[in-house]
Nanobody, 126 residues
Framework: QVQLVESGGGWVQAGGSLRLSCAAS????????MGWLRQAPGKEREFVAG????????YYADSVKGRFTISRDNAKNTVYLQMNSLKPEDTAVYSC???????????????????WGQGTQVTVSS
């Protein structure tokens, strides 16, 4: 099973930007579809963004579309989440996730993943 470690979280004012990174262990990173999930206090974990194995296809939750960008570097076993125009409602623990979809599949729901990292806190102040 792939091991995932996130970094890059922190505190930012509304309108600011952060870039999250997720490093994956093992030599089969390119065989996994990847994504980002988040969980705010008192709320259920929700899907944020997903990316296909090649990185050629992406999918976003409506709440972040146009503001967040997911990307991956298979040579570095790393997936990224660039977050711009952050809002207070983006405050949450962000976790990267891995799934076993086929080569062309783009994850679009939390149920598409079966491995998660510990998460990194993102706090956006108004």
């Amino acid at each position: 099973q792939v091991q995932l470690v996130e970094s890059g979280g922190g505190w930012v004012q509304a309108g600011g930007s952060l870039r999250l990174s997720c490093a994956a262990s093992g030599r089969t990173f390119s065989r996994y579809t990847m994504g980002w999930l988040r969980q705010a206090p008192g709320k259920e974990r929700e899907f944020v963004a997903g990316i296909s194995r090649s990185g050629g296809n992406t999918y976003y939750a409506d709440s972040v579309k146009g503001r967040f960008t997911i990307s991956r570097d298979n040579a570095k076993n790393t997936v990224y989440l660039q977050m711009n125009s952050l809002k207070p409602e983006d405050t949450a623990v962000y976790s990267c996730a891995a799934g076993t979809g086929n080569y062309y599949y783009t994850p679009s729901d939390s149920a598409d993943f079966d491995s998660w990292g510990q998460g990194t806190q993102v706090t956006v102040s108004s």
